[in-house]
């Protein structure tokens, strides 16, 4: 039996003062800092909902092994190592104090808990081997970045803390003294190795052990393993609303608009810093970072928590004046407006980190308080403003699209039973008009009851609120709504993923209550309810690309599937990133009418998966997606031998015009 000398418990408690105080002084730095956060975002909501989020997202991880099955074993079996051990480590402090301390519990679950101990401490080990194996010889290049370093130093300890254990269990099993010896078959195996001078073994193998510990918990907080403790918070204040709806600004209460200054971010979003795991896969699927841009969304999380961390003596104190603000220490200006608001970094983040929210009250502040934008920006919400539309085309022209198609505009007949909402690239774009025309042609094929708003309908306000010009975003929202209610409008088809995601989600803030359907739910109705009836072959290979706003932002999926595989004669392939994985266009957050000068187009990255895949079509359901498509075939130069279509166009080609 050891025995403590009289000493120890003095230089133990010493030990543990120091280190837990560390620990304590930074967590009680970070919430302070955390504190600052001006904006108000309540998430206490949906209790039960967010319960289970903890549990499911903070707790038994589920997105860590989303897609990714090693790196969610090898952190699972760390994670759960640690919380199996908590209980086996306040023994064995306490015994610090009084040598032979047991937990008290009943047998056989003492029994139980040594068995446990011991096979997640193997567990654990075999967990930080694969993270050195995949640091140091897979090396992604996602982990190679400044927290590098730390995150070394933390899995060296995480090493030290959990094979101590094994080896001190195993001295003790040599020394004859273990309780439960048979409970403990790894230590029982290794205690060959200290059968001379095992209490020796077992008093460095202890050391060992509180060292690593209680200096990685003085240390933790100052790495991005603080994680451990801030990304449950996450999981439980998760974002319940629609993914795709951004938070309005209250316009007649509002001062200050956007951020420039991270404290005037809202404590769950500067959470998002210390929850970060720097894991780096929402930069690994970033479509701008991946063409070659600046534009990182881990750096995005990262500078913004360590400028929180570097400037908050000064934020505390209130003296601001004259730090640099985030677009010195985030992102710059030129990050900002790479986005394309496709939300793949949030979808592929495991801790609910949103970058996006971030992005856009970003590019609020330099659109709304400096007046600063790309000129092409400037000119696009001049356009919307002036004449309803990005491109400026004549207002009055937006129902010319439909001429000669026998469609009903509402100011001459209200009463239908549908609302064909256009949006303006199927008013105003070659391509976009023709996608309109077939959607009109198949709706009165199956005989629906439905009308257009003609020069009456204006933009939704997605682009002008993406690329963070509230003002004129609500101004349209609102007038939009006021021609929808003068015809009582209850039921609305849109053309547009983001038209459809701005009405469904982002009109209710502002009081537009409507049942919204994109066109591809609704044509895939009518084939099932063998209204449309797609008779005609279409001898092609197809793949269908999912636009972020239908697929990722709104789960729809399935239907536009439905349409092609009803299609006799098509043969329908996936490419390499389909439905929630799906690579962007390039086209969202308002880039369609930004020119990209740095890098690879994002869509003739996406245009290369389409040839990969042995597709002479692709099919969308988004006429941006659309206008991406037929620019990058220009680029690529192959016009003739990849058609692009809409899900519309290629349904009709089947029925028959
Ligand atoms: S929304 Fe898309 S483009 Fe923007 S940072 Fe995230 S992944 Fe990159
Ligand atoms: S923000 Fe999320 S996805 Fe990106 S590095 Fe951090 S934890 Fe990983």
Redesign the pocket.
Same mark, same amino acid.
């Given at each position: 039996m050891v025995t403590t000398p009289f000493w120890l418990s003095y230089v133990l408690a010493t030990y543990l003062a120091v280190c837990i105080g560390i620990f304590l002084y930074r967590l009680i730095y970070i919430i302070r800092l955390l504190r600052t956060g001006k904006a108000k975002d309540k998430r206490w909501d949906h209790f039960g909902r967010r319960v289970w989020a903890l549990i499911t997202l903070g707790i038994f991880q589920k997105k860590v092994y989303h897609k990714e099955r090693f790196v969610g074993l090898l952190h699972g079996f760390i994670f759960w190592a640690f919380v199996v051990l908590s209980v086996s480590i306040m023994e064995t402090t306490a015994q610090g104090f009084a040598m032979g301390w047991r937990i008290p519990l009943p047998e056989p679950l003492t029994g139980l808990l040594y068995f446990a101990e011991e096979g997640i401490a193997a567990l654990g080990t075999l967990g930080v081997f694969m993270a050195f194996f995949r640091r140091y010889v897979i090396k992604p290049k996602k982990l190679m970045h400044e927290g590098f370093r730390a995150a070394t130093v933390v899995l060296i300890f995480i090493f030290g803390i959990v094979v101590s254990i094994l080896l001190y269990d195993a001295a003790e099993q040599a020394m004859g003294t273990a309780t439960d010896p048979g409970w403990r078959p790894i230590s029982r195996t290794l205690s060959f190795l200290f059968t001379s001078n095992p209490e020796l073994f077992w008093w460095i193998f202890w050391a060992m052990h509180l060292l690593c510990l209680y200096i990685f918990l003085a240390y933790v907080l100052f790495t991005k393993h603080s994680h451990i403790l801030f990304a449950p918070f996450n999981s439980f204040w998760v974002n319940l609303k629609p993914k795709g709806e951004i938070r309005p600004i209250d316009l007649e209460k509002t001062e200050v608009f956007g951020v420039h200054r991270v404290e005037q971010l809202s404590l769950r979003q500067l959470l998002d810093g210390f929850a +970060? !795991?720097?894991?780096?896969? +929402? !930069?690994d699927n970033c479509p701008a970072n991946r063409t070659g841009k600046p534009l990182d969304?881990?750096h995005l999380?990262v500078h913004m928590r360590d400028t929180l961390v570097d400037q908050g003596p000064a934020i505390l104190a209130g003296k601001t004046e004259g730090l640099p603000d985030m677009f010195q220490t985030v992102h710059s200006e030129e990050q900002i407006w790479q986005c394309t608001t496709c939300y793949a970094?949030v979808y592929?983040?495991?801790?609910m980190?949103e970058h996006v929210p971030k992005i856009i009250e970003m590019r609020r502040h330099l659109v709304l308080m400096d007046g600063k934008m790309p000129t092409q920006v400037m000119d696009v919400l001049r356009n919307v403003e002036q004449n309803y539309n990005p491109w400026g085309i004549g207002w009055d022209q937006r129902g010319k699209w439909a001429e000669g198609l026998d469609v009903k505009m509402l100011a001459d007949d209200a009463k239908v039973e549908y609302l064909f909402w256009v949006g303006c690239v199927g008013s105003f774009d070659e391509h976009g008009k023709k996608i309109a025309q077939s959607i009109a042609r198949l709706l009165k094929k199956a005989g629906v009851s439905f009308g257009i708003l003609g020069p009456e309908e204006k933009c939704t306000g997605d682009p002008a609120r993406r690329m963070g010009n509230e003002y004129l975003a609500q101004t349209m929202i609102k007038q939009n709504i006021e021609t929808l209610n003068k015809y009582a409008v209850k039921k609305i088809i849109t053309m547009c993923p983001h038209c459809f995601n701005s009405l469904k989600h982002e009109f209710p803030d502002f009081g537009g209550k409507y049942e919204v359907v994109h066109h591809s739910q609704f044509l895939a109705r009518l084939v099932k309810e063998g209204r449309l009836k797609p008779s005609r072959e279409v001898s092609e290979a197809a793949t269908y690309h999912d636009a972020c706003y239908l697929g990722r932002y709104n789960d729809v999926f399935q239907e536009p599937r439905s349409i092609l595989k009803s299609i006799p004669g098509l043969r329908v392939v996936e490419m390499e990133r389909s439905r929630e994985t799906s690579l962007c266009c390039g086209g969202g957050g308002g880039r369609l009418w930004m020119e990209e000068t740095v890098g690879k187009k994002v869509s003739v990255e996406r245009t290369e998966h389409v040839v990969a895949a042995k597709a002479g079509t692709v099919v969308t359901a988004c006429p941006y997606c659309t206008i991406m498509f037929d620019d990058a075939v220009k680029v690529m130069d192959i016009e003739g031998k990849l058609k692009r279509k809409d899900i519309a166009e290629i349904l009709e080609q089947s029925v028959g015009g």
């Open positions: +970060c !795991t720097e894991c780096g896969r +929402c !930069t969304p881990m999380i970094c592929e983040c495991p801790v980190n």
